[in-house]
């Protein structure tokens, strides 16, 4: 009787500690035990390679936030500590994200393949921290073993329709990192907005960077707030960014718009367009404030017809000198160069842009723009680095290093990883955080309706892609475009909890994802919002 109480009271207490494993993302392999490990200030970290100071600082400055209190480092510990160790290795391993994470009632050991693989492991055991502020903090008995699917696990983020403050792309990034994601992309100029500092260009944000007023309400809107509005960062402020990211083994990916969404750019030097002279159109749906004579940074959302003038060798040297200032600012080895959406009508009427056709026995706009993408790709390459475009850059032929962006749909990308390019999936019907969350949504989006658990459904790779194929698909990202989000709480609402649910699209195999245990997960996750004083929306909540 006696033993068969024994056997009872453990497998309770193991049903007790698999309950409190709420990761997410899912790691690929967890086994839960008995009993817990308690952190408190007396727990010390135990550490002998420089190289984990990223993860070890993160973790302290998470403790100190959230808890109030941080561990100190040492050489040694017999008991009551968490190691952090790194494996040698002569050549690179398969997967610098592979590491173990093991805990039991004395202490916790993280070994992994690569300084980047501890951090992952900080992630997870982050997720195992109770979601209420205590002092000490018990948390499960538990082995991980555990690395990401995919390369490429991004969130993008548009300054240019509404500007937000350093501070909140810090949060911003933290919000990637807490998510075992890896890639940042900074949609930096728009038609409504230049964000980035170019000091051989001044007037990109003396003027560039601010507009006389936006509509008010869904397109077309109902007004004009009639307000100065806009923003730029520094050079100092992206390389801080910059900094940030890198501590987080997060990578900025900058995107410089061309030919297309570049109002704010020729409303800062006009002779970048075809037709300097005429002032800039808009729709006469929407209310206009102040002068409209000119070139003017635009006041609404859409596409529009003046872009960069693919005739004159003035555009080119105003963009490579653009380029040259971004390449020192962001390490990273992609540029994204945006590529979507530019009308040709301007091109067609346009002399210059006849003539360049004609010179390059191009056969049509869309080669044009296929010549201006080649370009602009040729000089990038010569300076070491590769272009991302949107999926367009298609059309009228694909650079020969392009990575495509595959937003319209999954053609774009089936196509480009056919043609044997590199390709990020991000279609905006899974991977667009500005559609709605409900169909009966309480705030202006963009429209569409994209719930989480249409986001948790995606499978990244396209089941038409050969094996081969599918190999090219390097991974996908959440975009956040923000015509209807004009300040970081409406953000954060729009990303959580969809945010969580594409983090375990990208980290886990598919043959470890299920949607009523991430349900269950995501409960718990709900509670971490909480904790971390973000907002969400809680539609999901209320099923």
Known sequence: MKKCLLFFTLIFSSMVYAQDIQIIPQPQKVRAGNGSFAISSKTVIVSKDRKDKRSIDFFNHYLQQFYGFSLQVKNAASTNYISFQTKRFITKPANEGHYTLDVTPRRIVIDGDADVANFYAVQTLIQLLPVERK???????????????????????????????????????????????????????????????????????????????????????????????????????????????????????????????????????????????????????????????????????????????????????????????????????????????CPKANWHRCPLCQQRMRDNNLKDEHALQSYFIQRIEKYLNSKGRQIIGWDEILEGGLAPNATVMSWRGEKGGIEAAQQKHTVVMTPGEWCYFDHSQVKNEDSVTIGGYTSVEKVYSYEPVPAQLSEQQSQLVWGAQGNVWTEYMNNVSKVEYMIFPRMSALSEVLWTNKENKNWNDFDKRLQTQFKRYDLWECNYSKAYLKK
């Open 135 to 341: 002092k000490t903090l018990s948390i499960p008995v538990v082995a991980v073993e555990d690395e990401p699917r995919f390369g490429y696990r991004g969130m993008h983020l548009d300054v240019g329709r509404h500007f937000f403050p350093v501070e909140f792309i810090k949060k911003y990034i933290d919000f990637i990192a807490l998510h075992k994601m890896n890639t940042f992309h900074w949609h930096l100029t728009e038609d409504q907005g230049w964000r980035i500092e170019i000091k051989k260009y001044p007037n990109l944000t003396v003027k560039g960077a601010y507009r006389n007023g936006t509509i008010i309400g869904h397109y077309p809107g109902t007004g004009n707030t009639a307000q100065y509005y806009g923003g730029y960062y520094t050079q100092e402020q992206v390389k801080e960014v910059v900094r940030y990211a890198a501590d987080r083994f997060i990578t900025v990916i900058p995107e410089i718009e061309m030919p297309g969404h570049s109002s704010a750019a020729i409303a800062a030097y006009p002779q970048l367009s075809c037709f300097p002279d005429e002032s800039t159109k808009h729709s006469p749906k929407c209310v206009w404030n102040g002068d409209s004579t000119g070139k003017q940074v635009q006041q609404t959302w859409g596409v529009f017809e003046d872009v960069y003038c693919a005739g004159k060798e003035n555009t080119f040297h105003f963009l490579e000198d653009v380029l040259d200032e971004v390449m020192q600012l962001f390490p990273s080895k992609y540029i994204h160069i945006g590529g979507d959406e």
